[in-house]
């Protein structure tokens, strides 16, 4: 077994979303998978209600077919939309639409890490789907939504910290759900049971991960009320 990372600020300051650096090489121990998903087991979760499903996969073919699901998504979100300069699209992903050559590299590099892992997806030991067996909430806001993503997401992350204080990597791969209907076929999900996303799990290739920058909290931080004096 993994030796365990106990430092939990180091854990929470350098978990980071992993593409390149997964060893595609090293198999991944499926009781390191079920140790992780037990810890992640709790986490918060709406109105005290177990409704998260998930599924391991890695088998060939079952990754095979996942993989071509992907490289569509990525052609019909990503790659399309950008050559056809989509204006959603185009001001949320281009590089170039980012301001300052630093943050300009800074999204190449995401860009080219997500073809990366679009490219190899079949190469990464076990690719682990979080699905919620919730009704599909009718508004993105309000209503039932909150409760919907605010027990799938909250179980996902505390399984991505579990894998990385375990010297995993992972990733929360959304997108993948733009096919959500043919994922759950492969799956073989039950009725009412959907993805939301995919997390592939492997172990990185080096431990030696840092805090990513990020906007210093007087930007993202009011007291009482945000006001009128907000960036």
């Avoid at 409760?147 to 579990?162: H, M």
Wanted: proline share 6%; aromatic share 6%; with cysteine.
């Amino acid at each position: 077994m993994p030796k365990v990372i106990a430092d939990i600020d180091e854990v929470l300051t350098t978990t980071r979303s992993v593409r390149r650096k997964l060893d595609f090489d090293r198999p991944v121990e499926p009781e390191v998978i079920e140790e992780c998903l037990a810890l992640a087991q709790q986490a918060t979760m709406g109105s005290n209600q177990e409704d998260w499903r998930f599924v391991a996969v890695t088998d060939a073919a079952q990754k095979a077919a996942i993989g071509e699901i992907y490289r569509d998504t990525w052609l019909q979100t990503v790659e399309i939309p950008l050559r056809e300069r989509r204006p959603a699209t185009v001001a949320r992903l281009d590089p170039g639409e980012r301001g300052g050559d630093a943050a300009r590299a800074r999204q190449q590099r995401i860009l080219d890490s997500v073809k990366y892992l679009v490219d190899n997806i079949e190469r990464v030991p076990v690719l682990v789907f979080a699905c919620s067996a919730k009704p599909v909430p009718r508004t993105v806001l309000g209503d039932a939504a909150s409760g919907y993503y605010g027990s799938i997401i909250p179980i996902t992350w505390s399984f991505q910290l579990a894998l990385r204080s375990r010297g995993l990597g992972s990733v929360m791969a959304t997108a993948v759900v733009f096919h959500a209907e043919r994922l759950s076929e492969i799956l073989a999900l039950p009725e009412g049971t959907h993805p939301i996303t995919m997390v592939p799990v492997a172990y990185t290739k080096t431990l030696d991960f840092k805090r990513a920058p990020r906007r210093p909290l007087n930007e993202i931080l009011r007291w009482e009320r945000w006001g009128s004096d907000a960036a």
